[in-house]
């Protein structure tokens, strides 16, 4: 198993940046595809974006495309998503995952483990 633990959020204006963190620990962190997931108020969980397990691929939602990155530090247990450019569209709760499956799209993969999320607000 893997334990997720995200930080980074909170308040910002339109057109700000924030930087989630996401702290992994248990089994190899490098053994896993890492995504981030979002839950906007009174809609279902999306998808935000992926990175594959050795940082060479990474898949966007076309909502965030050009303004959100992910990046990892497998040295270190952790992923990124660099958020830019903010709108109050944005406004979730951001979910960290892991997915022990390598291959495919990265969007469709089965995210087994989930951190409890970080509220980000964006402000108009």
């Known amino acids: 198993q893997v334990q997720l633990v995200e930080s980074g959020g909170g308040l910002v204006q339109a057109g700000g940046s924030l930087r989630l963190s996401c702290a992994a620990s248990g089994r190899t962190f490098s053994s896993y595809t890492m995504g981030w997931f979002r839950r906007a108020p009174g809609k279902e969980r999306e998808f935000v974006a992926a990175i594959s397990w050795s940082g060479g691929r990474t898949y966007y939602a076309d909502s965030v495309k050009g303004r959100f990155t992910i990046s990892r530090d497998n040295a270190n247990d952790t992923v990124f998503l660099q958020m830019n450019t903010l709108e109050p569209e944005d406004t979730a709760v951001y979910y960290c995952?892991?997915?022990?499956?390598?291959?495919?799209?990265?969007?469709?993969?089965?995210?087994?483990?989930w951190g409890q999320g970080t509220q980000v607000t964006v402000s108009s």
């Open positions: 995952a892991a997915s022990p499956e390598l291959l495919g799209n990265l969007a469709r993969l089965n995210y087994d483990y």
